[in-house]
């Protein structure tokens, strides 16, 4: 088996064990040539070789073959492709998790091809990932690319010989000044040596292979072990490098004795002063928003973010907008300093003023007990310009004359019933007798709704 087919069904067969993986195959340039290409089962991974320079090394398959051991670098180039998306910043976030899984699984994965005698006769070192590369411009696929590097070894024919078995070399007679046996030398097969985990040189039998071992500043570093041929060392200053980690994840590495300035904002450009530093760990503030709440891109649509993440004016206790316990928040009625925000009751109550204020406080909705009669400053802004309150989640359909159809607002939240003096349209003079639509409200905590 070649080297290159030895390297792609391995990586086949690891990426078959990741979970959520639909398809496995060799890229073949498959979005370009869609109309010929088989369909695939997405998410799928496909795996592309660059070019290999091959070069000739000392390293023979085994004793008594006359070929030889090729090897050379070569770049792996794994596509996972995405398809169905909605827009890109609706998936990227799950997208690049989902590669994060692949290259967790392809990391430092190596093989060794062996022949009939469990002989290594090819393989690859440990894969090390290179470089990303985002699909910033696809149309309903995205071809994630991650590229990794390894060095793959390949054993020439060979030439139908059989491996011998190891020779010794016996010196026949006395040794000078001595009456000791014969000493017998072995030959033993040659011996790579290792960097990293990478094979960076042969000794051949016999041969002794000097390493000067020297930082960056060309200063001789002392190894602090060598334990069964593995030797271990630290730089000069005697430490390795430090991990800065932002929420558990690496982002930036540090050489020993270096100092990086890390400048920390928030999303609005503002600098981010750390409220602790203990140790290692650096605490930071969410500050409150500085923005107005009744800042609007439409009716409906907010200017802004609201706690819940979107920016809808409008949603149920749950940050969605199906209302299901029938529950509506306006957000622009969110009182930044206190931590509140009103809530609607989606059903107005018919009836007079005192019934009213005795149901509001008696009821319970989604959890949330103790509701009153609504005060003008919650109805104030409400009305559609268009449909006045005829518009979801309400659909209040108020009448324009005097009646049971008629909108009661309590302006002053204690009780008191007229409104006169800031009537309009579906608001009028108002006794505490008449029936009237009353709408009821409640004034809630964010740390109430979960927040």
Not at 81 to 96: G, R
Not at 128 to 154: A, C, G, K, L
Not at 347 to 361: D, E, P, Q, R, W
Not at 400 to 407: E, W
């Amino acid at each position: 088996m070649s080297a290159i087919s030895y390297i792609y069904s391995q990586i086949k067969t690891q990426l078959e064990t990741v979970v959520g993986i639909g398809y496995v195959g060799k890229w073949n340039n498959q979005l370009e040539n869609d109309s010929r290409e088989r369909q695939f089962t997405y998410p799928c991974v496909l795996i592309e070789f660059g070019s290999v320079e091959w070069l000739n090394t000392d390293q023979k398959p085994s004793l008594g073959n006359t070929g030889y051991q090729q090897k050379g670098n070569v770049e792996v180039t794994i596509h996972t492709l995405f398809k169905s998306l909605d827009n890109s910043t609706d998936t990227f976030s799950d997208h690049v998790d989902f590669c994060k899984l692949i290259w967790d699984s392809l990391t430092n994965f190596k093989a060794t091809l062996v022949n009939v005698n469990s002989e290594p006769i090819g393989g690859f070192t440990p894969l090390q990932r290179v470089r990303d590369i985002d699909d910033s411009n696809h149309d309903t696929v995205r071809d994630w690319q991650t590229v990794y590097s390894s060095m793959i070894f390949e054993a020439a024919n060979s030439q139908s010989l059989v491996d011998a078995a190891p020779v010794s070399l016996t010196i026949i007679g006395q040794l000078p000044s001595q009456s000791t046996p014969p000493v017998v030398i072995p030959i033993c097969a040659d011996a790579d040596v290792y960097l990293n985990g990478s094979p960076q040189w042969t000794v051949a039998s016999g041969d002794v292979l000097e390493l000067s071992i020297v930082n960056q500043s060309d200063v001789e570093v002392t190894p602090i072990s060598v334990v069964d041929g593995v030797i271990k060392i630290n730089d000069s200053v005697g430490v390795l490098d430090a991990t800065v980690t932002l929420d558990g994840d690496a982002f930036l590495t540090i050489a020993p004795g270096a100092n990086e300035d890390i400048n920390l904002l928030h999303d609005n450009g503002n600098q981010a002063i750390p409220t602790s530093v203990v140790g290692s760990v650096i605490t930071l503030p969410n500050p409150a928003p500085n923005y107005d709440p009744r800042d609007l891109v439409n009716h409906t649509t907010l200017n802004w973010i609201n706690p819940f993440g979107n920016n809808n004016r409008f949603t149920d206790e749950l940050g969605g907008q199906t209302y299901t316990n029938g529950i509506a928040i306006d957000w622009t009625l969110y009182n930044i300093p206190a931590a509140t925000v009103v809530c609607f009751n989606l059903t107005l109550y018919s009836g007079n003023f005192v019934n009213a204020g005795t149901y509001a406080s008696t009821l319970t909705l989604g959890g949330l007990s103790v509701w009153k009669i609504g005060i003008w400053e919650e109805l104030a802004l409400l009305p559609d310009e268009v449909n006045w309150y005829d518009f979801a989640p309400f659909n209040w359909v108020i009448g324009a004359g005097l009646g049971n159809s008629r909108l009661r607002i309590n302006s002053f939240n204690n009780g008191t019933s007229t409104i006169s003096a800031r009537a309009f349209r579906d608001f009028g003079a108002e006794t505490n007798t008449n029936t009237r639509l009353n709408p009821i409200t409640r004034v809630t905590t964010l740390s109430e709704l979960g927040l």
